[in-house]
């Protein structure tokens, strides 16, 4: 059974602060890695992908992938209190086009 | 360029009837996919298609059943509904470049209340 596994939070960072969100998977034959971001009543954003080992960064988002320890994690810079959304981890398997998601964790930017 | 686009936005349905989503891709996007949202088991996928294939199903009753056009344009259909098909159904569309997925963009979702 693969999964996906998130801590469900709420993780509440100060305004400006780094908000670093995590995201553990079961499988080693994962092989994309998906970041996406809702907000209460609406449809999940695709904020980041990636694939490799390492970091990815796009502008205050960075993604940290480490296969081995089979995580992914992203990183928020400068945090804002419109960054505040629930921010779900997703993964194929096997060049599937099959996502498995996340439960997501709740973040809180206070102003 | 325009998203993706779901119809309708609401639906309020009695048990035991039927309902069919509607889902636009984005232009040039040949995968679709559709996954139910509900508060208590989160996003979980219900099937996946390609150049009018179904190429992957999630685990749920033959009830939920899809199909694509050629357009790519596609549909879902839930039949015999029950109180716990009520959810936020979301249909997602990927540009299929490599094997590996390039990212789904998700349409704005069908609310779905069945009474």
């Known amino acids: 059974q693969k999964e996906v596994e998130q801590n469900s939070g709420p993780l509440s960072v100060p305004e400006g602060a780094i908000a670093s969100l995590n995201c553990t998977y079961s499988?080693?034959?994962?092989?994309?890695f998906f970041w996406y971001r809702q907000y209460s009543g609406k449809s999940p954003e695709l904020i980041m992908f990636?694939?490799?080992?390492g970091d990815k960064e796009d502008g205050r988002f960075t993604a940290q992938l480490n296969k081995a320890s089979q995580y992914v994690s992203l990183l928020i810079r400068d945090s804002q209190p419109s960054d505040s959304a629930t921010y779900l981890c997703?993964?194929?398997?096997?060049?599937?086009?099959?996502?498995?998601f996340g439960s997501g964790t709740r973040l809180l930017v206070r102003p | 360029k325009a998203g993706v686009t779901q119809t309708p936005r609401y639906l309020i349905k009695t048990r035991g009837q039927q309902v069919t989503l509607s889902c636009s891709p984005i232009?040039?996007?040949?995968?679709v996919s559709w996954y139910q949202q509900t508060p208590g088991q989160g996003l979980q996928f219900l099937f996946e298609?390609?150049?009018?294939?179904?190429?992957n199903k999630g685990n749920f009753p033959g009830r939920f059943s899809g199909r694509q056009f050629s357009n790519s344009r596609s549909e879902m259909n839930v039949s015999t509904l029950e109180l716990g098909d009520s959810a936020l159904y979301l249909c997602?569309?990927?540009?299929?470049?490599?094997?590996?997925?390039?990212?789904?963009?998700f349409g704005s979702g069908t609310r779905l209340t069945v009474v």
């Open positions: 997602a569309s990927s540009l299929v470049a490599t094997r590996i997925p390039y990212g789904y963009t």
């Open positions: 499988d080693r034959g994962s092989q994309s």
């Open positions: 990636i694939y490799s080992n």
């Open positions: 997703a993964v194929t398997w096997d060049s599937s086009y099959k996502l498995i």
């Open positions: 232009s040039g996007h040949r995968s």
């Open positions: 298609y390609f150049s009018e294939t179904q190429r």
